[in-house]
């Protein structure tokens, strides 16, 4: 079960981001990779990878101001909200070439970098993070074995999301422009397609959305 905290960081000024329809391609992956086991196959990998392959170079103009506001509360209200538990390594997910690591990296000693993206990688900085190009639906790392699991803007494979975590690990959905994230779910969306029953807590800052899951104790 998901419950709504009330938002405390205001949008920035100017126009609210424009929804996207239902059938923009990346909702349609996001989808499929989310609640289809057989979605995520060879060529759609593929064609992702070359797609953020060629944004790499322009990638560092969306650190705008505000872009920040709901990686930073999610880590800050959202964890702090969760079931208390020692948590020492992380995965950012999608982390492209490291947008949001210095916002991660107080919260965890042992954080790891991961993208589909070779040419965002390359661009991401060498520290705090390990810089691992890896696909999220098969990740390099042992069972039950990440405390926090990011993913601003990234696809969630559930199983596998479920198969790394720890027992008491959790998940950090972030949208950061909200329901103008190309790719985006609900977070009552990340609670259904998670295997098993999972509580966890959901707000907005700024333009973006987020929410953070836990397995139900």
Not at 128 to 142: C, F, G, T
């Amino acid at each position: 079960m998901i419950t709504e905290l009330p938002g405390t960081i205001a949008p920035a000024p100017g126009d609210a981001p424009p929804g996207l329809a239902a059938d923009h391609p990346m909702r349609t992956v996001t989808r499929a990779a989310a609640f289809d086991p057989d979605g995520w196959t060879p060529e759609v990998r593929s064609r992702v990878a070359d797609l953020f392959d060629s944004l790499a170079d322009e990638w560092s103009s969306r650190d705008v101001p505000g872009r920040e506001a709901p990686v930073v509360d999610a880590l800050d209200r959202g964890l702090a909200a969760a079931p208390p538990a020692h948590r020492r390594v992380g995965l950012d997910i999608g982390a492209g070439n490291g947008l949001h690591t210095r916002y991660l990296a107080p919260h965890l000693p042992v954080l790891a970098s991961i993208d589909l993206s070779l040419e965002m990688l390359v661009r991401a900085p060498a520290e705090p993070a390990h810089r691992v190009q890896a696909d999220a639906s098969i990740l390099p790392v042992a069972d039950a074995s990440v405390d926090v699991l990011v993913l601003c803007n990234a696809f969630l494979f559930p199983a596998e999301a479920d198969r790394v975590l720890s027992p008491e690990g959790v998940v950090v959905w972030v949208n950061s422009r909200g329901a103008g994230t190309p790719i985006h779910l609900l977070a009552s969306e990340v609670d259904e397609a998670l295997p098993g029953p999972w509580d966890g807590v959901a707000s907005t800052a700024g333009w973006g959305t987020w929410s953070v899951h836990w397995r139900r104790r």
